[in-house]
DNA sequence: GTGTTGACCACAG
DNA sequence: GCTGTGGCCAACA
């Protein structure tokens, strides 16, 4: 089980219609400083279609760089659900109750 | 083994 | 509110 493959299965348990911000992310897997290298992670993510990447939002509930665009990942959440509010999730709503 | 880079975060000014 | 700095971890040259 490598980080990246933890990152995967805890972004797997996030449900429809909910979000996770990288430094929550990193807090599950278990390094809660490691919100960096789970940006690397989603970014190389070998699990592309397996692995929600889109659901994962800043600390803020911002969105931060997506590998397939940010315009595509925000349309991508509408679509599940998630109204955004100026650009940014809000995080009391929509992101995941671990 | 070292240095750089990246979908980050927190703190100080 | 924005910028700069330091720190973290993983992958790559």
């Given at each position: 089980?490598?980080?990246?493959?933890e990152?995967?299965?805890?972004?797997?348990?996030?449900p429809?219609?909910?979000?996770?911000?990288?430094?929550?992310?990193a807090r599950a897997?278990?390094s809660?400083?490691?919100?960096?290298?789970?940006?690397?992670?989603m970014n190389?993510?070998?699990y592309a279609p397996r692995?929600?990447c889109h659901r994962?939002?800043?600390?803020?509930g911002?969105m931060?760089g997506?590998?397939?665009?940010i315009a595509?990942?925000?349309?991508?959440?509408?679509?599940?659900?998630?109204?955004l509010?100026?650009?940014?999730?809000?995080?009391?709503?929509?992101?995941?109750?671990?």
């Amino acid at each position: 089980m490598s980080f990246n493959e933890e990152c995967y299965s805890i972004l797997r348990k996030v449900p429809r219609g909910k979000v996770i911000t990288y430094s929550e992310l990193a807090r599950a897997v278990g390094s809660p400083k490691s919100a960096r290298a789970v940006g690397n992670a989603m970014n190389k993510n070998p699990y592309a279609p397996r692995v929600p990447c889109h659901r994962v939002v800043g600390a803020n509930g911002e969105m931060v760089g997506f590998a397939s665009g940010i315009a595509n990942k925000i349309k991508m959440l509408k679509r599940e659900g998630v109204e955004l509010k100026n650009g940014k999730v809000d995080l009391k709503i929509y992101k995941v109750n671990l």
